[in-house]
């Protein structure tokens, strides 16, 4: 099977401009790790990242994590043939067709995913699911493709990576992520072993982000992008006019979280 081509430039590139758009539309993107990154890059292996659907920023996220976290790793993705199709430039960009309607399909995707993987520089970020599902329904079954891949692919770190958009004090809502403990499935693991742990490992690392996201701890998170608070139209320029004829400084944040003295960053944002 041909390997995708993933051209460094232009998902750099994408980064950039999506990083903007998330920006705009987000408050703050925070991280949480169980494990030391630094250590599974370390290991020169290809990785594989299975990530719960959330919603339509998905793929955007894992892009922006891959970029800071995973740079000297290749980013790969699979995504509905349909969709690739209607957007021709991410062919260039690491994503590659997914047709698991049809046996021939679903065999494809395993051909591809098993060459891309044989690159230690290689990592694919794959949402098991299938479909969206809300952050918190927790019983939907895997599609087989992951535990498939896990079971033929022993010499490759597969990592959890639950993600949720939570709103907290200010008008838009935050990116929470976390990494999961790395898991490696030594060579004559089933693919029902294989299957079992990587629904069990990602279905805890989301309970484990869902509790730290309901205590509103920024101090919880390592920020990619830190928490903004930006004006909401009338009511902050009344708020603004009000401190300047004060002679205070204009805090736009909205809740006690985001709000800190002096206007210091929370910890982590640095």
């Known amino acids: 099977m041909p390997i995708p081509q993933s051209k460094a430039w232009l998902v750099d ?19 949480q790790f169980e494990h030391d990154q630094g250590s599974v890059v370390a290991q020169d292996r290809s990785l594989v990242f299975y990530v719960n659907h959330v919603g339509w920023w998905d793929p955007i996220v894992a892009m922006l994590l891959r ?31 997914l047709e698991l309607e049809s046996y ?9 995913s098993r060459e891309i993987l044989k690159d230690p520089r290689s990592s694919i970020w794959i949402t098991p699911e299938g ?14 493709g992951l535990a498939h891949l896990a079971a033929t692919s022993p010499h490759t770190v597969f990592v959890p990576l639950a993600l949720e958009y939570p709103f907290w004090e200010e008008a838009k809502p935050m990116i929470a992520a976390r990494f999961g403990t ?14 079992q742990h990587v629904f069990e490992s990602l279905r ?32 902050d320029t009344l708020r603004a006019s009000k401190a300047w004829f004060k002679g205070r400084a204009f805090d736009p944040s909205h809740g006690s979280v985001t ?12």
């Open 13 to 31: 590139g994408f980064c950039r401009f999506t990083t903007r758009m998330v920006r705009k539309n987000f408050t703050c993107l925070g991280v």
């Open 67 to 97: 970029k800071r976290y995973y740079s000297n790793h290749i980013f790969y993705a699979p995504i509905d043939s349909k969709a690739l199709e209607a957007y021709g430039v991410f062919r260039k960009m690491g994503f590659y067709g």
């Open 104 to 112: 021939a399909g679903a065999s494809d995707f395993l051909k591809t």
């Open 131 to 144: 479909d969206f599902a809300d952050c918190r329904e927790h019983d939907r079954p895997f599609m087989p």
């Open 182 to 195: 790395p898991m490696c499935f030594p060579k004559g693991t089933s693919k029902a072993e294989c299957a």
């Open 204 to 235: 805890t690392t989301q309970k484990k982000l869902a509790r730290s996201v309901m205590r509103r701890e920024f101090s919880e998170f390592e920020f990619l992008l830190p928490p903004k608070a930006q004006r909401q139209s009338w009511y």
């Open 259 to 270: 709000r800190r003295k002096g206007g210091s960053e929370p910890p982590g944002a640095e």
